[in-house]
């Protein structure tokens, strides 16, 4: 039986295989821009 962190891993990579470079850039791009939203927000509450 597949976990369902191996499964999300496997997706992932598939994904990131169909992916042109700009999507890939784009992704990141997003992905690093709400990690920092996050800590900001965090960084209030403190």
Same mark, same amino acid.
């Given at each position: 039986m597949v976990t369902k962190s191996e499964a999300g891993r496997k997706g992932a990579q598939v994904r990131n295989e169909r992916m042109t470079p700009e999507q &890939? #850039?784009?992704s990141a791009r997003k =992905? =690093?821009?709400a990690r920092h939203a &996050? #800590? &900001?927000e965090q960084e209030q509450e403190h």
């Amino acid at each position: 039986m597949v976990t369902k962190s191996e499964a999300g891993r496997k997706g992932a990579q598939v994904r990131n295989e169909r992916m042109t470079p700009e999507q &890939k #850039s784009e992704s990141a791009r997003k =992905a =690093a821009l709400a990690r920092h939203a &996050k #800590s &900001k927000e965090q960084e209030q509450e403190h």
